[in-house]
């Protein structure tokens, strides 16, 4: 039986990079050390740790991983795939021993500079504004769809940034990690409908943005 190694495996994003995803592995105790060596003068803002888990076989996982999203990989010999990061934390989830995100992007709190932080939270914003119902054209209390067959339900805009669910105030994000029960980031707009056309058709329209 050919011998397996216990390790972490990884999905990064850069905001310098919208819309793709780094999915790799580490046999290190944590994953800071490798995302200090990413951040190289070649790259203008540090990398995110958008999921990290340990797993039996860290090999076998990260390279099941490459192939089910091989054809979205930019470069053959380089592990960047064009895909959303809730694609590949979706298999790492049934596969994990131990969630490791939030011990890792705690310590990246600690390590990273301020300057650092700044930079990559400022080209985020340049990147994709905030979503704003108003400025896409949904008026308040228009009434939106979550787009699932197996949880379908309605929730009625509240506010430019807000909508209303069972009596409860949410953004867009946080009611939808609820639906899909999730705990990892998530970019809502795809899953809900309005008349006919997804969120992230409206936001497309109004801020020219093709990261979602």
């Given at each position: 039986m050919a011998n397996t190694k216990n390790g972490i495996v990884y999905v990064l994003s850069n905001p310098?990079?919208?819309?793709?995803?780094?999915?790799g592995l580490t046999t290190r105790e944590s994953i800071n050390?490798?995302?200090?060596?990413?951040?190289?003068?070649?790259?203008p803002v540090p990398f995110e740790c958008e999921f990290a888990c340990k797993v039996d076989d860290c090999n076998a996982v990260e390279n099941a991983l490459h192939i089910a999203f091989g054809p979205n990989r930019i470069h053959?010999?380089?592990e960047y795939f064009k895909i959303e990061p809730e694609q590949a934390i979706a298999v790492l989830?049934?596969?994990?021993?131990?969630?490791?995100?939030?011990?890792?992007?705690?310590?990246?709190?600690?390590?990273?500079?301020?300057?650092?932080q700044e930079a990559g939270d400022n080209l985020k914003k340049q990147r994709r504004p905030p979503l704003n119902f108003i400025e896409m054209g949904i008026p308040i209390g228009s009434k939106i769809q979550f787009s699932?067959?197996?949880n379908p339900v309605e929730a009625t805009v509240y506010s430019d940034k807000k909508?209303?669910?069972?009596?409860m105030e949410y953004s867009l994000t946080q009611l939808t990690r609820e639906l899909l029960n999730i705990d990892y980031n998530v970019h809502p707009v795809?899953?809900?409908?309005?008349n006919g056309k997804t969120i992230s058709?409206?936001?497309?329209?109004?801020?020219?943005n093709e990261d979602f």
């Open positions: 310098a990079m919208p819309g793709i995803v780094k999915i050390e490798r995302l200090r060596e990413l951040f190289t003068t070649s790259v053959p010999q380089r989830k049934l596969l994990q021993k131990d969630d490791v995100t939030p011990k890792i992007n705690e310590e990246l709190n600690r390590t990273t500079s301020k300057i650092d699932s067959e197996d909508v209303y669910f069972n009596n795809r899953y809900w409908i309005y058709e409206y936001y497309n329209e109004t801020y020219h």
